[in-house]
């Protein structure tokens, strides 16, 4: 296995650059390689999921991964390609980012005993204890500044300016790749093609200091066909945490693409094999109207970060909101188990039995989000973008009935892909 490796990853278009020498290295047998996670945020997005993917096609090929979560460079900030220095995080924040990343990333890595068991780590572990003389000692004699300078993503900032932290944090990332080459054999280092200056600092550090020889690896940083950013939707970042982005959500992310996305990002996101993806596309091709490649990408994606169930749930609510499936034909609690996702309108008996007619909905609380203006409802009508329980809504001043889908619920549908639960309670 360890010879497909790499034949894999480029037949995915996973691979951005390696260093000369890997893949001969990695034929040798096992080899030991990390990824880092700067803890900035709960969750971790779509945008960190092709690196995460790539670390489970290298322990399938029988390699051991070891995963670094940031908990002291996330303290720094990398300025890699960033136009403005990122605002710290206080310490408090950093430990529970850590422990949420920590608990995402045990759901895509192996972790039971065996010879290339995963491992996650914290880098706050080795990087706090040491005190600063002896961190310039032990980092800073070796690396100097001119090379540093060198990098790309410091050039970058140097008309802008950048902190004396952040121009640290190459170093810092230096000495985690040093520090792991020698504690636990790690001889490969995996990023996204931002972190290429980095990664080959920590190379240069270990020469430096070992005389020996250790590897790059990185992953090409995900576009859309557009050259729009990838991992946000016209609601922002797509988290792998189901409270911050809901399955159904997602899903929906995934089903989305176009045919050119879609072929290209089921090979980055998925485990199927180039057999079956080329048969897939060659069953897409001839009626892309079915969006069969979309619908494969999204299954597979969502069954991975959330579950079977999630899917299935998803995939029954985009049925019901998408007109595939009579909302009547639901009993009440797969009704709320299928739309328990999409945002949610209580109101209370007398304030329901106040509206008469559609637009009097406007100016209710907590619905504001849906139409901000009478004449926005109105216009949106209009243009048939309104729904009541699937039932096109053809007038503002259309009465409200009172038929409830058991006795308590309206399903309110603004354009193609707004829809709110009302619910009398």
Not at 90 to 107: E, R
Not at 258 to 269: G, N, T, Y
Not at 394 to 420: E, F, S, V
Request: hydrophobic share 40%.
């Amino acid at each position: 296995m360890h010879n497909d490796f790499i034949t894999n990853l480029r037949w995915r278009g996973m691979i951005h650059d390696m260093t000369p020498g890997l893949e001969k290295a990695l034929n040798k047998g096992m080899m030991t390689a990390y990824l880092g996670f700067d803890p900035t945020a709960t969750s971790l997005h779509v945008g960190n999921l092709a690196a995460i993917m790539l670390l489970q096609h290298f322990q399938q090929a029988g390699h051991k991964p070891i995963a670094v979560v940031g908990g002291a460079t996330g303290m720094v900030g990398d300025p890699s390609f960033k136009a403005a220095e990122r605002k710290f995080l206080d310490q408090a924040t950093l430990l529970h980012n850590q422990a949420c990343i920590h608990k995402q990333l045990t759901k895509f890595l192996d972790f039971t005993p065996k010879a290339n068991t995963a491992e996650l780590v914290n880098n706050i572990d080795w990087l706090q204890p040491i005190g600063m003389l002896d961190f310039l000692r032990e980092a800073g004699k070796h690396i100097t500044v001119n090379y540093m300078l060198a990098k790309d993503s410091v050039k970058r900032r140097l008309d802008s300016g950048i902190s004396f932290t952040e121009f640290s944090y190459q170093l810092l990332q230096g000495y985690d790749f040093y520090h792991l080459y020698t504690t636990k054999g790690v001889h490969l280092q995996i990023g996204g093609a931002d972190q290429w200056g980095n990664l080959t600092t920590g190379i240069e550090l270990i020469r430096r200091k070992t005389g020996k020889e250790a590897f790059a690896l990185t992953i090409p940083l995900i576009t859309r066909a557009d050259g729009s950013k990838f991992s946000k939707s016209e609601q922002g970042n797509i988290w792998l945490d189901p409270t911050l982005t809901s399955p159904y959500e997602f899903y929906q992310f995934w089903l989305n693409f176009s045919d050119e996305d879609a072929q290209r990002l089921i090979k980055v996101f998925t485990h199927l094999s180039k057999e079956t993806i080329e048969a897939l596309i060659e069953e897409h091709d001839p009626a892309p109207h079915k969006r069969l490649l979309q619908k494969a990408l999204a299954k597979e994606v969502t069954i991975l970060v959330h579950s079977t169930e999630a899917y299935q749930q998803a995939q029954r609510a985009a049925e019901l909101l998408f007109g595939r499936q009579s909302i009547t034909s639901l009993n009440e609690q797969d009704l709320t188990l299928v739309l328990q996702n999409i945002p949610k309108i209580p109101l209370s008996q007398s304030q329901f039995e106040k509206l008469q007619y559609v637009i009097d909905l406007v100016g209710l609380t907590d619905v504001d989000t849906m139409f901000t203006t009478k004449a926005a409802m109105r216009r949106t009508i209009q243009e048939g973008g309104m729904s009541i329980n699937g039932e096109k809504i053809t007038d503002p001043q259309q009465a409200i009935t009172t038929n409830l889908l058991h006795g308590k619920y309206l399903l309110i549908q603004r354009g193609r892909k707004q829809h709110y639960l009302m619910e009398v309670i």
